[in-house]
């Protein structure tokens, strides 16, 4: 549609059903029709009048399954109601141009997508990685021009680097590939930028919640052909809201403390000459558990303990879940939070003992929640960034409110988990 045309589309009210069904929250509909019109009059002011499409990709969050997925073990994700939204056109150029909100404009020649150890670490990296990814993989590229907005919070644990890669993959999907890459191979592609071109050793489960969507149990064990398996949870029918609190930490310089869970977790299978620890069975880790602490230190056992038997939690939140087992599955979010923190031990980085937020908001949120039935643990990756709790709904606004009050107005979201991954909108 032409952008002209597709800004009277929304004025009109015509995307109206469409949103609320992506979004899933009559509230937010005003904001989300504005900020959709805002977006197409930024694409207009940077590259004219066009035919453009406009793509949505969420960020996610993890239920259950911390610090598993690059193990190759099992995850508990969902794709949640904050999201990336591009506004893109094709040109004949061969010169991709990307504007992010808030960011410089990125330009570069489709003949110019090799790594290059330089842009480590950059947004560069990341859209080169998902065109090379999807190039090997013999799917059409082309360049175009797109203007990107995002609700995902960098640095949140929402997952908003995963978000990004979707939405780009799907911009190849719908502007030279008729919406034929699937969702499941564009978390794979987008696994591959942040891995080779980003440089950052993530596992697959940021990815396959933002591209899949929904609440999907995915089994790891052959990365190359992941399980996944939908389940349907309605939050309003158990009487529990999601809420995602960022505690501003910084994560300047958690690099190594990242990459540190999954190198330990590693060096332990390599003990017993594997790659990944879902190949060694958990009763051989155990009974090497003196030898293993001799040879790697405590900290990597206790972080293979972790994965073994929080892979069974997975197994047993998904299995909750489907029997409506409510009160089972909270149980088992608690017995997360408590081994991240006790045994995976990634709350906060003992390289700066002087900051805690993590622990802070765990702490307040015990005190809130504790005689209600409510759960918290650490969210996502760990050392800073957000926490996860269920909250029973006629606490939600004191829970805010106690988040909020330490961590600055906002900072404690409540979400819905949205069932669709990355989508062509219109």
Do not use: W
């Amino acid at each position: 549609m032409k952008t002209n045309e597709l800004i009277s589309y929304i004025n009109e009210g015509n995307l109206g059903d469409k949103l609320l069904d992506i979004y899933m929250d009559k509230s937010k509909i005003p904001y989300q029709k504005e900020r959709y019109i805002q977006a197409v009059k930024s694409f207009v002011d940077l590259y004219g009048e066009a035919e453009v499409n406009i793509i949505s990709a969420p960020g996610r969050t993890e239920v259950g399954g911390n610090h598993t997925d690059h193990q190759h073990g099992q995850v508990l994700a969902a794709s949640i109601n904050d999201d990336a939204i591009a506004v893109v056109s094709k040109n004949d150029s061969r010169v991709v141009n990307i504007k992010s909100e808030g960011y410089d404009m990125i330009t570069f020649s489709l003949d110019d997508i090799e790594k290059k150890d330089e842009e480590e670490g950059t947004t560069l990296a990341l859209i080169k990685g998902v065109l090379k990814g999807c190039q090997d993989r013999g799917f059409n590229i082309g360049s175009f021009n797109a203007y990107i907005t995002s609700d995902v919070l960098g640095g949140s644990g929402l997952s908003s680097s995963a978000a990004f890669e979707t939405v780009i993959g799907n911009i190849i999907s719908g502007l030279y590939n008729d919406m034929k890459i699937d969702a499941v191979t564009i978390a794979i592609i987008g696994q591959f930028a942040e891995n080779k071109y980003f440089g950052k050793p993530c596992g697959l489960m940021d990815q396959m919640a933002c591209s899949v969507g929904s609440l999907c149990h995915i089994d790891f064990k052959d990365p190359s052909d992941p399980v996944i398996e939908r389940i349907e949870l309605d939050m309003d029918a158990v009487g529990y809201s999601l809420c995602i609190t960022d505690t501003k930490g910084s994560h300047a310089d958690l690099t190594p403390d990242y990459a540190a869970v999954p190198s330990e977790m590693k060096s332990v299978a390599a003990h017993f000459g594997k790659e990944v620890l879902i190949e060694v069975p958990e009763e051989e880790v155990v009974a090497a558990i003196p030898e293993l602490r001799e040879k790697l230190g405590d900290r990597a056992v206790l972080r293979a303990l972790h994965f073994y038997e929080e892979n069974h939690r997975v197994v047993n939140e998904a299995t909750a879940l489907k029997s409506n087992d409510f009160s089972t599955f909270l149980k088992n979010v608690k017995a997360s939070g408590d081994s991240s923190f006790k045994f995976l031990q990634n709350v906060y980085t003992n390289r700066d003992i002087e900051h805690q937020n993590v622990s802070i908001a765990l702490c307040i949120s015990e005190n809130v929640l504790e005689e209600d039935g409510g759960v918290s643990r650490v969210h996502g990756g760990g050392f800073a960034g957000t926490i996860q709790a269920f909250v029973k709904n006629e606490k939600v606004k004191e829970y805010k409110n106690a988040l909020d009050a330490v961590f600055g107005e906002g900072a404690c979201a409540v979400l819905k988990i949205r069932k669709y991954g990355g989508i062509l909108v219109i």
